[in-house]
């Protein structure tokens, strides 16, 4: 990769942050960096540091002009950047090592108009996943749109992207000025102009939360009258932008994620700030709905269409009651009356006009999970609840369910017997008590009806009652990790996968797999076999392993070594431990990690690259070299990862005993004497961060 990426930085009042800021931007692995430093009126010190940065390394440039604001200082470094691409980064905030590779990356192997990849909230206690993208970047897409992924308009952040500059400029893409959020004038349009766009699950971007008692980033600052003027205008700027588009069902998806999401802070509020807060809410809020679809309104839950009814209404007092009972989504109670069931908010049966009863209808449809899934003699079980929202499922004869798994390419199904248990998972809680089901599944069956080809099944259910009928997609519930891979034969394997927020279980036809590994002071080496079906595609064609930080996106290639005679071929891979041994600059932030790759495989030159799967004997392998542990281990969906973590101690398994967890692990460190004073501490766990220890434990 040669194209050069220009990074626009706007400067003010900064100092405290700064010098960590261009630190992580220098380090970056991509080297191709054009870095416009834009001093937006700095007072404090900034712009002598940035100058400091600018004047010892050539790819930093250094521009002063008079504080006109963020959205002007950017569009100032859009117009003297000399890039290929563009990336913004706000002085505040930090960069993985990896980020701007990664990216452009991907950009270069699918030609797409930008990329866009995962947020961590940068706090006093480390890195946690940002809340706004834990759903828009759960899995990597490339080549997607917003058409398909309607959802990524809530990703509306600019510093996580990377921009062709040819994207930018025929669309005319600019920051509104003199004005805050500037952010969402930009990335949402972008989002709908855009004809391919990358989704990247891997973190590229940490974002700063700054603690209480430190001056506050405008993502920080909601209950002040500026907040919400700036907002409303921000998001009203945007929902006009998508309606000159011609994009009518993509402005109605928009104004129905800002009413869940960026007004919604603001109408928590109310009951806590004075009238005239309350009057300038109700004029700015109710010129926006003004422009929103009454079928959008219908769409919310209960608390939101009533409370956004009201404020279109004007209706003061009664808001001010329905945002009081419904403010930090508590459990509304849900009562039945003539014609269904409905939300138990103030002033249900008080027929105000123009607040139909129907804003106040409880969510039907089917609730369903699987709470547990495990190889019990050869078979899949699965263990978890079905039933219809909200009448639920007190007695075994409240409700019928019916379980299949659906064949994706041809919608062919296999029917799963059970009958009503006992709901195996207490938040069902009491009107579920009769959700359960319990359901074992054949390999064999599903390999018999796929054929010759991979073939994904998804697990649905249906369930009818008192509150109507419905049918969905199982989700994983509390599952989180895959099982082991079941092996049918030598190359045909089951997967069960938690993917998209459903379960699936995927027949694979396996080709090269790996049975076992080794790890020295310099290499790790892989080694694998191919079954008879695959062995012979490689008498004349190369077969190569590479390292992937995303799926998809090659980061390293090693050819492999061929040996065995036909029927049976075997092969290894050597990969030099100094490929892996790069270490961002100064002292990473905790939870950051960087040496975590994907490890594929390709046949041929061009090919595709297939994650590489393990064999049904692999035992992971856990060795200090040097100062570094090397991980080789199967990950969640039977396919081999390679992590590489810097010294210290890591735990490999936890299990009960005697009353407790025992955490059991390694030390990579190699002088005794650090081993002395380590404990383990166990701290709870909020939305701010980590509060005081519960438990503290000495090393044995």
Not at 94 to 118: H, K, M, R
Not at 322 to 330: F, Q
Not at 617 to 642: P, S
Request: aromatic share 8%.
């Amino acid at each position: 990769m040669t194209a050069l990426l220009t990074v626009v930085v706007p400067v003010h009042n900064v100092a405290r942050y700064l010098d960590d800021c261009l630190r992580s931007l220098a380090g970056q692995t991509y080297p191709e960096l054009d870095v416009v430093l834009i001093d937006d009126g700095s007072t404090d010190g900034s712009a002598d540091i940035a100058a400091a940065w600018a004047g010892s390394n050539s790819r930093f440039r250094l521009v002063r002009q008079d504080n006109r604001g963020l959205g002007a200082a950017r569009n100032t470094g859009v117009d003297l950047g000399r890039g290929d691409y563009l990336a913004f980064l706000d002085s505040d905030d930090l960069l993985p090592s990896y980020a701007y590779e990664v990216l452009v990356a991907a950009l270069e192997q699918t030609g797409s108009d930008f990329a866009s990849g995962n947020v961590a909230l940068l706090t006093g206690r480390g890195l946690r996943q940002s809340p706004l993208h834990r759903g828009t970047h759960r899995v990597t897409r490339l080549g997607t749109d917003l058409a398909q992924r309607p959802y990524l308009v809530y990703d509306r952040l600019a510093c996580n992207k990377v921009f062709r500059r040819s994207f930018w400029e025929r669309h005319g893409l600019r920051f509104p000025e003199g004005a805050r959020y500037e952010d969402i004038s930009v990335t949402v349009p972008a989002y709908a102009l855009a004809r391919a766009v990358d989704v990247i699950d891997l973190p590229v971007y940490y974002w700063r939360q700054r603690n209480p008692g430190e001056d506050r980033s405008l993502s920080q600052r909601q209950a002040d009258l500026r907040s919400l003027v700036d907002r409303v205008a921000a998001v009203d700027r945007t929902s006009r932008r998508l309606a000159e588009l011609g994009e009518p069902r993509l402005k109605d998806w928009y104004d129905e994620t800002v009413l869940q999401s960026d007004l919604r802070m603001f109408l928590d509020l109310l009951p806590d700030v004075d009238d005239g807060y309350r009057r300038r809410f109700l004029d700015l809020a109710g010129d926006f709905l003004g422009r929103v679809d009454g079928q959008v309104l219908a769409r919310l839950v209960p608390r939101l269409g009533v409370a956004w009814q009201l404020t279109r209404l004007r209706r003061l007092p009664e808001l001010l009651d329905v945002v009081a009972a419904g403010r930090g989504d508590p459990v509304v109670p849900v009562v039945r009356r003539r014609g269904g069931y409905y939300e138990n908010l103030p002033y249900l049966d008080a027929n105000l006009p123009g607040v139909d009863r129907e804003l106040y209808r409880a969510a039907g449809g089917v609730r369903t999970r699987v709470t547990q899934m495990s190889w019990h003699r050869g078979r899949l079980r699965l263990t978890g609840y079905t039933y219809v929202e909200p009448a639920g499922a007190r007695r075994p004869w409240s409700s019928l369910r019916v379980l299949w798994l659906r064949q994706q390419s041809v919608r062919r199904i296999l029917p799963l017997p059970t009958r009503p248990h006992r709901s195996p998972d207490p938040a069902a809680g009491r009107a579920a008590a009769w959700a359960g089901f319990e359901v074992a599944v054949d390999p064999g069956a599903l390999r018999a009806r796929a054929g010759p080809v991979d073939e994904t099944w998804t697990v649905v259910a249906a369930a009818a009652g008192w509150g109507g009928y419905g049918r969905r997609i199982i989700g994983p519930g509390e599952v989180r990790a895959a099982l082991p891979a079941r092996y049918l034969s030598e190359d045909v394997r089951l997967v069960p996968v938690v993917r998209g927020g459903a379960l699936r279980l995927d027949l694979q036809h396996v080709g090269a797999r790996v049975d076992g590994c080794a790890v020295d002071p310099h290499a790790v080496t892989l080694r694998g076999t191919l079954p008879a079906s695959a062995s012979a595609q490689l008498t004349v064609r190369q077969l190569t392993v590479r390292l992937c930080r995303v799926p998809g996106i090659a980061w390293r290639c090693y050819p492999a070594v061929l040996s065995g005679a036909a029927g049976r071929v075997d092969f290894t891979v050597r990969i030099p431990l100094a490929d892996l041994r790069a270490d961002p600059p100064g002292v990473p932030p905790i939870g950051e990690v960087t040496g975590d790759w994907l490890v594929e495989s390709t046949v041929g030159s061009g090919a595709e690259g297939v994650p590489l799967p393990v064999g049904p004997y692999f035992v992971d392998r856990h060795a200090a070299a040097d100062d570094r542990l090397v991980l080789v281990e199967q990950g969640d969906e039977g396919t081999l990862w390679l992590r590489v973590r810097s010294a210290g101690p890591l735990v490999t398994s936890v299990r009960p005993a005697g009353g407790g967890l025992l955490l059991a692990g390694i030390l990579a460190w190699a002088d005794p004497g650090c081993r002395q004073g380590l404990s383990v501490v166990l701290r709870r766990r909020d939305e701010a961060g980590d509060r005081e220890p519960v438990a503290d434990r000495q090393f044995a």
